[in-house]
């Protein structure tokens, strides 16, 4: 990859580390966690309707429709709720770190259900990534149990997604149901904001600014960023994200949330990355 992808990359890294800090700052503003994901998802839905409504030209909404519910489903509306209930408890760099351990449990499917994907490195990276996350959210742990649970359900919910879509026949675009998933979400999401509509006029003015770059920016303009990049690096490349997203959450907390990285978070983070770089090498 060049200079310019690799600063792309970065980008990427950083908007999507943000999205837990403005996730953060929401909730400590007073926010609950299903309003800030029902008004994410309306304001991701109408910034990625003209790129869907483009692709819908050439691709067929019969065939995707099935994976635009599931991936709305399971990309979307289950790990943002997740993640918003556990940002109630969690600061910034947990809920990011925690998110890491994505494909760690993409690598225990994966040779779960297929032998071929087997092998003792990536079985390694497993059993260090679940050290990693039993220093971060064990019984000894100064990180609430339960909010960490929330996000290792919403992390597997973005395997199984991921997943998914690695196995889906060539003649879909996994672009487009992406974008599809994005409105699906929303969809789902809607009955909650009209729950909530009685307390918009509560809202600061400054939280509706985090909610617009938190849905527009963070959701929907990070993932157009990082399908065109996909395209030119490849997926291999693309998924160094999983490294950076933790450095720039955690970045961000210690800036704006005066975060403090304790010794525990530290070796938690260590061991989960370490598993990461395991689970994923690519054997030779």
Known sequence: MNTRDFIVLLLVSVLWGGSFLFVRLLVLDGLEPLQIVSIRMQLAAIFILPFF?????????HDHGFSFVLIGILNTALPFTLFSYASLKLGAGS????????????ALLLFSLYRNEFSMKKLA?????????????GPSSSLDTFSGILCVVASMSYAVAGIYLAKTPEKLSNSFIGMGSIIVGAIIMLPFLLNYTSSFNTISSTSWLYLALLGIINTSLAYVIFIKLIKRIGPINASYVTYFVPLSSISLGIIFLDEVITTTLGIGALMILSGVFLSNKQEN
């Open 53 to 61: 409504l483009n692709k819908l030209k050439k691709y067929s909404f």
């Open 95 to 106: 809920l990011s770190i925690l998110q890491a351990t994505v494909p760690i449990l993409t």
């Open 125 to 137: 990276g497993v059993l260090l990534g679940f050290a990693g996350l039993f220093v971060l959210v």
